[in-house]
């Protein structure tokens, strides 16, 4: 089983990047993913979830109205669309999931088994 993180870059402040998690070796389709981040220094934290079915969707606080999260379970891919970005969002990106065992995705990274190896992002002032 292997996730794939890719999409991510450089971009100025105020910009968009889209990264898309795929998979290999499992139906995305039936799977929980959630994005997190990890800045230098910092611990990795949760930014989005969906859940299998796309009905549940949750966002960290900080990035609410700026960061959209979406799925193609016919092209076994989710993608996180991040607009107005911000000096604060350079970060590791990583997706992760978990078999959806209900509509909810999991927001604690302890809860997802599969993890993708993470896609940089920078955001220039």
């Known amino acids: 089983v292997q996730l794939q993180a890719s999409g991510g870059g450089s971009v100025q402040a105020g910009g968009s990047l889209r990264v898309s998690c795929s998979a290999s070796?499992?139906?995305?389709?039936?799977?929980?993913v959630g994005w997190f981040r990890q800045a230098p220094g910092k611990e990795r934290q949760f930014v989005s979830n969906?859940?299998?079915?796309?009905?549940?969707?949750e966002y960290a606080d900080f990035v609410k109205g700026r960061f959209t999260i979406s799925r193609d379970n016919a092209k076994n891919t989710v993608t996180l669309q991040m607009n107005s970005l911000r000096p604060e969002d350079t970060a590791v990106y990583y997706c992760?999931?978990?078999?959806?065992?209900?509509?909810?995705?999991?927001?604690?990274?302890?809860?997802?088994?599969?993890w993708g190896q993470g896609t940089q992002v920078t955001v220039s002032s």
């Open positions: 992760a999931a978990e078999y959806g065992r209900s509509k909810y995705a999991p927001s604690a990274q302890r809860h997802y088994t599969y």
């Open positions: 969906i859940g299998w079915s796309g009905d549940s969707i």
């Open positions: 070796g499992l139906t995305l389709s039936s799977y929980a």
